[in-house]
């Protein structure tokens, strides 16, 4: 069964830092295009960040400088670090796979809280 | 940025009834244009791709339609599960933006 399972959100404070974790079972994160997706509280969607088979990486101008996508080929895990967080920050966030130009597999979510 | 512009931005309708969103792009984006449904609670759930094309196990009363700057989606036939707010995405470039969603209730 293709799955996408994200955790490590949490409540942090502003300026702090939190690291996701995307765990993948039936896709090979390395061999495809990987994407975060944040929704804040009652807001439409907003696509964060982009990771491509080869490595190359993009992000929302709202979270470049601030924001790092990687991944552990071993063990088929996406990652989502954040530092320097703001309370516009403050999302449930997504991973999804890219298949061609659309999200065609999307994890369940893991909500991050920047508040004091 | 392309921004997407998409309406209403809620309609309640009743069971059977047909159902239609638009989602106009503010630049031409070909036929790159993605239907996504979100289930209260729930995480997005892929529709239509590349403006008409149904994903695997979707039903077919959802539909897409549109090139270059238009495009339209449809519900033939509203059923009660098909409450949920429903997005439109660009991705002919990065960033791959999303429109304002259409929450779709029953009468």
């Known amino acids: 069964e293709v799955q996408l399972v994200e955790s490590g959100g949490g409540l942090i404070q502003p300026g702090g830092s939190l690291r996701l974790s995307c765990e993948a079972s039936g896709v090979t994160v390395s061999r495809n295009y990987m994407s975060w997706v944040r929704q804040a509280p009652g807001k439409g969607l907003e696509w964060v960040s982009l990771?491509?088979?080869?490595?190359?990486?993009y992000y929302a101008d709202s979270v470049k400088g601030r924001f790092t996508i990687s991944r552990d080929n071993l063990k088929n895990i996406l990652y989502l670090q954040m530092n320097s967080l703001r309370a516009e920050d403050t999302a449930v966030y997504y991973c999804?796979?890219?298949?061609?130009?659309?999200?065609?597999?999307w994890g369940q979510g893991t909500l991050v809280t920047v508040s004091s | 940025d392309i921004q997407m512009t998409q309406s209403p931005s809620s309609l309640s309708a009743s069971v059977g009834d047909r159902v239609t969103i638009t989602c106009q792009a503010s630049?031409?984006?070909?036929?790159?244009l993605n239907w996504y449904q979100q289930r209260p609670g729930k995480a997005p759930k892929l529709l239509i791709y590349?403006?008409?094309n149904l994903e695997t196990g979707v039903p077919s009363r959802f539909s897409g339609s549109g090139s270059g700057t238009d495009f339209t989606f449809t519900i033939s036939s509203l059923q009660p599960e098909d409450i949920a707010t429903y997005y439109c995405q660009h991705y002919d470039n990065l960033p791959p933006t999303f429109g304002g969603g259409t929450k779709v209730e029953i009468k």
């Open positions: 630049q031409d984006i070909n036929k790159y």
């Open positions: 990771i491509y088979s080869g490595g190359s990486t």
């Open positions: 999804a796979r890219d298949l061609s130009r659309y999200h065609d597999i």
């Open positions: 590349d403006a008409s």
